[in-house]
Every structure is written in C-alpha cells, then in structure tokens.
C-alpha cells in the first residue's frame, strides 16, 4: 500500500505563497487518484483539489479556485498543491490522500480516499 508524507508547510503572510509536497512510496503512485484536503480544529476535513491519474484533469474547492494549483510528477511519485494570495482561513493542516479506484476520476469526496499522510501545517498571519 502507498504511504504519503507531506511536506512544505510553514507560516507566511496573507497574501504570500507556499507550496506544499507530497511524497508516495510503495506501491504505483501513477495508478491513483490524488486529492488535497484541510481541516482546522474541531471542523470536519474538507476537500480543497484532486487530479487524475495521468495528471490531465484537475478539480478544486470554489473557495481556492484560481489561487491553488494541484499538479504532479509520476515519474518522482510527487503530488504538489501550489497555493498563492494566500488568506487567514487558509490556514489549517494540510493532508494529501490516495484514492485507488480502478479508474481514472476526480474524486472530491473525502471518504473514498483510501490512504492519507499525516499532515503539514499552513498559517497565514494577517
């Protein structure tokens, strides 16, 4: 099974950039569906993007759509979450997670990911 460890976070100004990284090993990174999420405390994890397999399409949060960009490189087995003109209630630990559908697909629904990583930190100060 693949594990994920992220990487990346930090704590920046509103209006700055970070971009955060997550490492898969084990397993074949190119054969799933990766997603974005983030959760603050006492809230629920909430998805933020997803891209397919191949890298073709991709899927966001309205709230991060055209300031956030998911990407990844098969051939390093990395996902990236590019996240620019960061905002305050961006911040939240940030988790990239696997979803090992058989099938290509963007998959916004947190509980058909089947692996996660433990999470790095975003702050934006004000």
């Known amino acids: 099974q693949v594990q994920l460890v992220e990487s990346g976070g930090g704590l920046v100004q509103a209006g700055g950039s970070l971009r955060l990284s997550c490492a898969a090993s084990?397993?074949?990174?190119?054969?799933?569906?990766m997603g974005w999420f983030r959760q603050t405390p006492g809230e629920e994890r909430d998805f933020v993007a997803t891209?397919?397999?191949?890298?073709?399409?991709?899927q966001y949060a309205d709230s991060v759509k055209g300031r956030f960009t998911i990407s990844r490189d098969n051939a390093k087995n990395l996902v990236y979450l590019q996240m620019n003109s960061l905002k305050p209630e961006d911040t939240a630990v940030y988790y990239c997670?696997?979803?090992?559908?058989?099938?290509?697909?963007?998959?916004?629904?947190?509980?058909?990911?089947?692996?996660w990583g433990q999470g790095t930190q975003v702050t934006v100060s004000s």
């Open positions: 997670a696997a979803d090992a559908a058989p099938y290509s697909r963007l998959q916004a629904l947190r509980g058909e990911y089947d692996y």
């Open positions: 084990r397993g074949t990174f190119s054969s799933y569906t």
């Open positions: 891209i397919t397999r191949s890298g073709t399409l991709t």
